[in-house]
């Protein structure tokens, strides 16, 4: 009764005939020299006793059998390298990652992000939830966080992937207008964008030596698109990240040298997702793209 030679035998085969020798072929499979010998020699055994390679001072030489093999064996590995590319489709990372950030990064900087990980993951859902509140990583609330203030829990994992600048910005439109202003004191006698309830970060900003209070702004609203709206529409001079400003040529950035907030920026999922192999995907692709954002949303040069 004769046995089929394994498919490995085959790739033996191929390596030995492609590198002329026992010992390189067993450096590209990752063998040893002598479980390569014994595969070409169960391979010949299995022929019939005839022989495969013969050797010479520059190596080991294929005889005529070992032609007559090969394209049965190239035609072996090709179908066996379709049959690894199907197995590895059908095993596409599939399922549903949710991803939380603030309103305003959600709104304009994660789209783009987000579509390049959906080309490259068609099998994995994306929820994207958008607060300017901390959703609760521990409970699950969501998968991977881009924040701007680190986490402190134990059991959160977090990578810091730089830093974003606010300041002050006008549309051309307000500019043409009103008179540029050169001073922080300045904005006294403009319609300021800013928020109904102050929120806490801003609590300790000054300007022109007072408090940020909600009386301080002409035009007040608590979401971020809605203030972004308004400052793209000329209404008047509001906060902006440099990085969001920059995709517009008409947001002029306004005294640069008397005012910038700047926050690190933080993406962060739960230690235990660190095993799942699409959140961590997920939470990869964010960092770099929050890298790069991040290299761009520094406050202009003088």
Known sequence: MTTEPAWDYYRTFLSVLRNGSLSAAARELDL???????????????LGGRALFTRSPSGLLPT???????????TMASAASVMLRASAGSNLMKGTVRITASVAIGTEVLPAALRTFNVAHPGITLELTLSDLSVDLLKRDADVAVRMVR??????????VGRVALGFHAHRQYLDRHPMPTRLEDLEH??????????PYARDIKIGG????????GFRTDNDSAQLAA?????????????IA????DLVPLLTREFTLSFDMWVVMHEDQKKVERVRAAFDHLAAAMSDYCATAGPPKP
């Open 231 to 243: 400052l793209r529409a000329g209404i008047g001079i509001g906060v902006c990240q440099y990085g």
């Open 190 to 199: 403009h319609l300021v964008i800013g928020f109904d309830q102050v929120p």
């Open 210 to 217: 007072r408090p940020v209070t909600r009386e301080s702004f």
């Open 64 to 74: 005529r059998t070992a032609h007559d093999l090969q394209p049965h064996a190239e």
């Open 32 to 46: 040893t020299q002598p479980t390569v010998g014994r595969q070409i020699a169960a391979l010949e055994k299995s």
């Open 151 to 160: 986490p402190r829990q134990q059991a959160l994992f977090a990578k810091r």
């Open 246 to 249: 920059r995709r517009n040529s």
